[in-house]
């Protein structure tokens, strides 16, 4: 079973930074790219960004380029989204995914909120 335990949302002042964190097994967390996304009120779930093991990763929204930035440590065998210079537009749940590739994911934490104030 893949589970996926997230940490770290708030609320922040525009301008502020927050890091997300993400922590799966040691099975999951080599087996599955890990992946962060967040959903905004009415719309849709937006994918941010995917990481391996290994180091590969992309970035999906171009709103977060050069903010926001993924990593990973493998000592614990957790994925971390490191949010910076923050705005509200960027207040949503945050969800950790898992899935085979950086660009497919089945497997969900349960979010955690990040509130940005202007």
């Known amino acids: 079973q893949v589970q996926l335990v997230e940490s770290g949302g708030g609320l922040v002042q525009a301008g502020g930074s927050l890091r997300l964190s993400c922590t799966a097994s040691?099975?999951?967390?080599?087996?599955?790219?890990m992946g962060w996304f967040r959903e905004a009120p009415r719309k849709e779930r937006q994918f941010v960004g995917g990481?391996?093991?290994?180091?590969?990763?992309?970035y999906g929204a171009d709103s977060v380029e050069g903010r926001f930035t993924i990593s990973t440590d493998n000592t614990k065998n957790s994925v971390y989204l490191q949010m910076n210079s923050l705005q509200p537009d960027d207040t949503a749940v945050y969800y950790c995914?898992?899935?085979?590739?950086?660009?497919?994911?089945?497997?969900w934490g349960q979010g955690t909120r990040v509130t940005v104030s202007s």
């Open positions: 995914a898992a899935g085979p590739s950086l660009t497919q994911y089945n497997y």
């Open positions: 040691v099975r999951t967390y080599r087996t599955y790219a």
């Open positions: 990481i391996t093991w290994n180091g590969d990763r992309t």
